[in-house]
C-alpha cells in the first residue's frame, strides 16, 4: 500500500501587522513599513468556493495553527484566517 503525498509548493506569504500580532505572536519584523514577507512550505489543497486556481489555495502551520493562504504563490499569497477543526 503506497501512500499519497500531499502536493507542496514554496510560496512567498505577505504578513500585514495585525497577522504579525495574532498569528506570529510579534517575531516578524513588520514595524517598519506594517508588513513583510516571509517564505514557507504552503500545502495547496482544493478551494472549497472554485475561486483559486489549482495550487493557488493552501494551508500553512504557525505554531501548531493550521493557517489559510491565497493567492499567486510568486508574487504574494495573503493570509485569509485560521482554519478551525
Known amino acids: 500500500m503506497t501512500r499519497r ?14 497577522e ?4 506570529f ?3 516578524l519584523p513588520t514595524w517598519r513599513n506594517g508588513f513583510c514577507f516571509i517564505e514557507r512550505t504552503v500545502t495547496v489543497s482544493d478551494d472549497p468556493i472554485d475561486m ?3 495550487g493557488e489555495y493552501g494551508t500553512i ?3 501548531g495553527r493550521l493557517v489559510i493562504v491565497a493567492g499567486d504563490p510568486a508574487t504574494g ?6 482554519k478551525k477543526a
Open 52 to 54: 483559486y486556481a489549482q
Open 61 to 63: 502551520r504557525v505554531g
Open 20 to 23: 504579525n500580532d495574532e498569528y
Open 25 to 27: 505572536g510579534q517575531k
Open 77 to 82: 499569497m495573503e493570509i485569509l484566517g485560521e
Open 5 to 18: 503525498r500531499t502536493p507542496t509548493i514554496k510560496a512567498k506569504i505577505h504578513v500585514t501587522q495585525a
